[in-house]
Every structure is written in C-alpha cells, then in structure tokens.
C-alpha cells in the first residue's frame, strides 16, 4: 500500500510558476513510475506529465510540454512538479498517481495507464 500526499497548491497570477510535490509513504518508491494529472472544473482528468522509476525518463502531455518539469528524488521519496509560464487554463485540481512499474517509460503507455495509487489532489488556481 503507497499513500500519496500532494502540496504545493495556490494562487498564482498568469506567468507565474508553482513547485508541487508529492511524498509518498513505504519503502519501494523506487519501484513505482510516477505521474500527474489535473482535473478542471466541469472536465475529465487528463494527463500531464509521467516519470520513470529512476527519473531517467519523463513524459508530458502536448500543453504542458517546455513549461512543466517532473523529477523526482527516490531518497524523499518525492516526486514533484514545477510549473512554469503559467495560465488560466492550468487551474485545476491537480493528482499524483503510482504504478508499480520499473520498466521503460513509453511502452508504460503512462497517459492512459489505469495507475494503482493516487493522492487527494492539491488546487492550483491561476489568475489572468
């Protein structure tokens, strides 16, 4: 069992940036590929951004890509997500999510993969 916590959250007005970080409990995150996914008001969850096990690999979605970042830090057991050049159409409520996976990152299919853990999710609101 991984329980996930998302911080990080808040109110930023458009260009500014914000740094989520999702800790995770246990001793095997090392084993896990991670991602993040947002979900706005009124709209289906998507896909922003995944991670390989390592941290060697990473993955985004098209509306993120060159603005986001996601790293992680196995020895925190922390993955996070810094966010750049941000607009209104980045508010959202924002999840980590975990799969049991050390494999390669793109045959993990990590946009469309039905991941085993997610966290409760942490609100990002971004002014124009």
């Known amino acids: 069992q991984v329980q996930l916590v998302e911080s990080g959250g808040g109110l930023v007005q458009a260009g500014g940036s914000l740094r989520l970080s999702c800790a995770a409990s246990g001793r095997t995150f090392s084993s896990y590929t991670m991602g993040w996914f947002r979900q706005a008001p009124g709209k289906e969850r998507d896909f922003v951004a995944a991670?390989?096990?390592?941290?060697?690999?990473?993955y985004y979605a098209d509306s993120v890509k060159g603005r986001f970042t996601i790293s992680r830090d196995n020895a925190k057991n922390t993955v996070y997500l810094q966010m750049n050049s941000l607009n209104p159409e980045d508010t959202a409520v924002y999840y980590c999510a975990a799969h049991q996976y050390r494999g390669p990152l793109l045959p993990f299919r990590p946009a469309t993969r039905e991941y085993d853990y997610w966290g409760q999710g942490t609100q990002v609101t971004v002014s124009s």
């Open positions: 991670i390989s096990w390592s941290g060697g690999s990473s």
